[in-house]
């Protein structure tokens, strides 16, 4: 679908409490599906720059090659 998982999901809806709840309960951080890619992918996109911060603080890979729009970084 659309979200590869509930991380990208939260991140996309722009969901922060989510975001940490899920991240708290050891989520991977860099989980790879949906059509954004990741969850930082999925932030970044939408423009959710707490969230963004977020994710890279706890590991995320703002170079990881996935989903349509590549990487974060081009998002």
């Known amino acids: 679908g659309m979200y590869g998982n509930a991380l990208q999901a939260a991140a996309c809806e722009g969901y922060a409490e989510i975001v940490e709840l899920l991240l708290?309960?050891?989520v991977e951080v860099n989980?790879?599906?949906g059509?954004?890619?990741s969850?930082?992918?999925a932030a970044s996109y939408q423009g959710h720059g707490e969230i963004v911060e977020l994710l890279l603080e706890k590991g995320?890979?703002?170079n990881?090659?996935?989903g349509k729009y590549g990487t974060a970084l081009k998002a």
Do not use: I, R, V
Request: glycine share 16%.
């Open 35 to 37: 059509e954004y890619g």
């Open 24 to 26: 708290a309960k050891g």
């Open 39 to 41: 969850a930082l992918q």
């Open 31 to 33: 989980a790879k599906g």
């Open 64 to 66: 990881m090659e996935a």
């Open 60 to 62: 995320a890979d703002a």
